[in-house]
């Protein structure tokens, strides 16, 4: 059972309060692709060059597991950002479409007297940008040939224009500015100094990256078998050195923001639209339901909201669209699915479950610390204790003594299913743990 904390729970009550009476607060929200938690430096991995990103978790909330509830392609930003904009869960934003698609997150702070801006990147269905946002800077696919491009590397062009949004933005009314950093998708493209940061050799791999045979039961792969670790380590140089070039550009946008007075009354949001994987669990890439890949940081800085807080409460990457509205004293619509993530601040609420999956060839549900993997394809399972085993090296489900927890999480993630319209068929694969 949560625990109510009244001192918590009042003073984020001021901080909606004070939100709603004085001016509205400026909302920073800033986006990267493809970074796991391991590459920020406040979530635990002293390697990490992110002095700003850094600044922002101590200023603010973070939550150690966010989640992206899936995806239906092998572009997993896809349907992630679809899900962020939109608000519906994974199968029902699937469908959603230019004709069909929901009122947007920006669309609703325009109609709440908001100013929007983009800069970067865009990889969702629905709407076209210019049909949702006010104005709209360098837009950048979801696939990048190079960084390097005649107006400079595509990291610097995309903080280069949020800054500038923030200086000539004319005063009087407020502006949710959207900065969707590429960085460090590849091609993980950047200048030496950056690699240099990052020597291969002094680089540890977690422990559930072993040399050998890829996962069989991930279909997206970006190396060849056999798998290994002098290549990871060179992967994840590449990838600690695009973030740390873009943790630079972030630096700016918050110097921006204190010079024109702005910076204590903006709501600053930083996240990822999932993670990714060097190697662990034999997966190198982001299709695949492991800690990795499909966490991803989020960082709230708000004006009074805890600071240097930590929250290890499991919630979704998507989330955020409901919490702002909540922040700001904006009704939710009804096609909302996700949640406020206000009540995980202020009463250490939590989820009883949460639902994960892939294509119709992965399912997953975590609850409590205990993780269940299904691959319906192959009938394989698998199952974690996220508590005792955070890199999933040890697979519990065909230990006796789990039987209960596996059949527990088995009827758990059926009626996940039936809420969210899934139609992919458990119990006939795993029909002995129905009995």
Request: hydrophobic share 35%; glycine share 6%; proline share 6%.
């Amino acid at each position: 059972m949560a625990v109510f904390d009244m001192r918590s729970y009042l003073s984020v009550l001021c901080c909606i309060l004070t939100l709603s009476v004085l001016a509205q607060p400026n909302i920073i929200f800033i986006e990267s692709d493809d970074q796991s938690n391991q590459a920020v430096g406040a979530y635990g991995n002293p390697a990490m060059v992110t002095p700003n990103i850094d600044r922002l978790a101590e200023e603010g909330v973070s939550f150690t597991a966010a989640y992206n509830m899936g995806c239906w392609s092998p572009a997993v930003c896809v349907p992630s950002r679809t899900m962020l904009f939109y608000g519906k869960h994974l199968w029902d934003s699937q469908k959603i479409n230019a004709t069909n698609a929901p009122q947007s997150l920006p669309e609703l702070l325009k109609e709440n007297g908001y100013t929007t801006y983009i800069t970067g990147k865009w990889h969702a269905w629905g709407k076209r940008p210019v049909d949702i946002f006010d104005k709209v800077g360098s837009l950048q696919p979801g696939q990048l040939k190079t960084y390097f491009t005649e107006a400079g590397h595509v990291t610097d062009i995309t903080g280069r224009e949020a800054v500038q949004m923030i200086k000539r933005h004319e005063a009087g009314t407020p502006f949710f500015l959207y900065v969707a950093f590429n960085a460090p998708h590849v091609p993980r493209q950047t200048a030496q100094k950056y690699y240099d940061l990052y020597p291969t050799d002094q680089i540890d791999l977690p422990p559930s990256v072993v040399e050998g045979p890829l996962n069989p039961n991930i279909e997206y792969n970006y190396t060849k078998a056999p798998l290994k670790k002098h290549t990871m380590r060179a992967r994840v140089q590449q990838n600690n050195a695009m973030v740390t070039h873009m943790d630079e550009r972030i630096g700016d946008i918050i110097a921006a923001l204190k010079e024109r007075g702005l910076y204590e009354n903006s709501i600053i949001i930083f996240t990822s639209d999932h993670g990714i994987s060097f190697g662990e669990n034999g997966v190198a890439g982001k299709v695949c339901l492991y800690e990795p890949s499909v966490t991803a940081p989020l960082i709230i800085r708000a004006p009074g909201l805890p600071a240097n807080e930590k929250r290890h409460n499991r919630v979704y990457l998507q989330d955020v669209y409901p919490t702002l509205l909540e922040l700001l004293a904006i009704p939710k619509p009804d096609h909302v699915a996700f949640k406020s993530l206000m009540p995980f601040i202020t009463q250490n609420d939590n989820r009883e479950s949460v639902y994960l999956a892939m294509f119709d060839s992965q399912r997953g549900i975590v609850k409590g610390d205990d993780k269940l993997i299904l691959y319906p394809k192959s009938g394989d399972m698998e199952l974690y204790n996220l508590q005792n085993d955070p890199w999933e090296t040890t697979n519990l489900a065909e230990e006796e003594k789990s039987k209960k927890i596996t059949k527990t999480l088995l009827n758990d993630l059926v009626k996940w299913q039936v809420k969210v319209g899934d139609t992919v068929d458990l119990k006939e694969v795993f029909r002995k743990y129905f009995n």
